[in-house]
């Protein structure tokens, strides 16, 4: 019988993260199209992806855990 390893790290794969004012926006784990910065719920900045367009903020990725939404994002995967 074999034993689970529970220090497993977690799986990751390849996700979009826009950068605004040098920090990251990472893709929010359930809510398609919206992009939270860091810090606790009530006091991060949060935006869609239009605003990040209009902002111009800059795309690049980062490997974090999987989104099921994120192939909605134009161009990422070519980066």
């Keep these: 019988m074999s034993?689970?390893?529970l220090?497993?790290?977690a799986e990751?794969?390849?996700q979009p993260v826009f950068i605004v004012?040098?920090?990251p926006f990472y893709?929010?784990?359930v809510t398609p199209h919206?992009?939270?910065g860091a810090g606790h719920w009530k006091d991060r900045e949060e935006y869609?992806?239009?605003q990040m367009n209009d902002m111009r903020a800059r795309l690049t990725t980062m490997q974090?855990?999987?989104r099921s939404w994120t192939n909605e994002v134009k161009g990422w995967k070519a980066l």
């Design 3 to 5: 034993l689970m390893n």
């Design 7 to 9: 220090n497993k790290a």
């Design 12 to 14: 990751t794969e390849t």
């Design 21 to 23: 004012r040098d920090m």
């Design 27 to 29: 893709p929010h784990y």
């Design 34 to 36: 919206k992009w939270v």
């Design 48 to 50: 869609t992806t239009t």
């Design 64 to 66: 974090l855990w999987a």
